[in-house]
Each structure stands twice: as structure tokens, then as C-alpha cells.
């Protein structure tokens, strides 16, 4: 079992066995068993990149905590943003990892070990495309083309001064 603690601070324990499994598909229709099935949108990845179905599955998982103190689902959300996910996806991760048998969680860490290599090189790359010159000057020049568009000069040039008086 792991623990996490929501921005409310309140203990959570993530508990990973047949029964939530049941739980999670039966209140989610998502089978966390085909956590390691490969493909273009695997259920890993989008538990990574997508916090709502990240804390959707951990409040199912969490539900029989959260009935017996009265917490919502709505509530939950609530008290769910920033560190509170970090902790709470490292929690269910783990469990997760646990919940099989030796070979497959083998494999299993192994995988989730590539997850969060590959999201720290995403974001060590991303910090370094917004620290870098190019993209400054690249972001300047395309607001000083727009700005030219909405503001064309006159066609015969501007002039401060007034017409002279007719004679």
C-alpha cells in the first residue's frame, strides 16, 4: 500500500488488489491490467499526461477511504493540483508496479523508468528552447510583423505639419 497527501493534507492509501481492479473497470471502463499493452495511445501514457484520468482512477482506487470520511469526488479534484498529483501518480505508479508478479514488474519499472526518462528529457528540452535567444527573437519578430500589419504607414509618407494657407 502507498500513501500520499492531498492540498488539503489530507492521508490517502492507495491500495492496488483484484477487487479495485474490478472497481476502477466497473466505475471507469478502464482495465489498469492493460497498463503495459504497447501502442500509439497506451493506457500508461495517458495516465501520465492526463491528470483528470489520473485522479478519476486514484478517487476510485481511494473510494472506500473516501466514503467512510465523507469526501466526494468533487472534493477530491479539488484538493488534487501541482505537488498533490507528483505525489499521488507516484503513489498509484508504485502500487501499480507491485500489483504484479515478479517478471511483469520487472518489466513494468522498467517501462516506467523510460516514461520518466523521456519526460525529463521533454521538459530539460523544453526549458532550453524557452531560455534560448532564437525563440526570444523569433517571438519579436513575429509581434513586430504583426504589429506593422495592423499599423501600415500612410502611402505618401506622414507629415506633421498643416497644409499651407491658400493665397
Known amino acids: 500500500m502507498?500513501?500520499?497527501q492531498d492540498n488539503q493534507g489530507r492521508p490517502w492509501e492507495v491500495e492496488l488488489n483484484v477487487h479495485a481492479l474490478k472497481r476502477v473497470?466497473?466505475?471507469?471502463?478502464?482495465?489498469?491490467?492493460?497498463?503495459?499493452?504497447?501502442g500509439e495511445d497506451s493506457l500508461l501514457e495517458r495516465l501520465v499526461v492526463d491528470p483528470v484520468l489520473l485522479c478519476d482512477v486514484i478517487y476510485v482506487l481511494c473510494r472506500p477511504q473516501a466514503d467512510k470520511e465523507k469526501i466526494s469526488d468533487e472534493d477530491f479534484g479539488r484538493a488534487m493540483a501541482g505537488d498533490a498529483i507528483d505525489a499521488a501518480t507516484t503513489a498509484f505508479l508504485e502500487e501499480l508496479v507491485n500489483?504484479?508478479?515478479k517478471a511483469r514488474r520487472a518489466v513494468l519499472r522498467k517501462a516506467l523508468q523510460k516514461v520518466k526518462k523521456l519526460e525529463e528529457m521533454a521538459l530539460k528540452a523544453a526549458a532550453k528552447v524557452l531560455d534560448?535567444?532564437?525563440?526570444?527573437?523569433?517571438?519579436?519578430?513575429?509581434?513586430?510583423?504583426?504589429?506593422?500589419?495592423?499599423?501600415?504607414?500612410?502611402?505618401?509618407?506622414?507629415?506633421?505639419?498643416?497644409?499651407?494657407p491658400p493665397a
Not at 29 to 35: C, E, H, M, S, Y
Not at 132 to 156: C, I, Q
Request: zero cysteines; a negative charge.
Open 132 to 164: 534560448s535567444k532564437t525563440l526570444e527573437n523569433k517571438m519579436k519578430a513575429e509581434l513586430a510583423a504583426k504589429l506593422s500589419d495592423l499599423d501600415p504607414p500612410s502611402a505618401g509618407g506622414s507629415s506633421t505639419t498643416s497644409p499651407a
Open 25 to 38: 473497470s466497473g466505475t471507469l471502463d478502464v482495465d489498469l491490467l492493460t497498463v503495459m499493452d504497447g
Open 2 to 4: 502507498q500513501t500520499f
Open 99 to 101: 500489483f504484479f508478479p
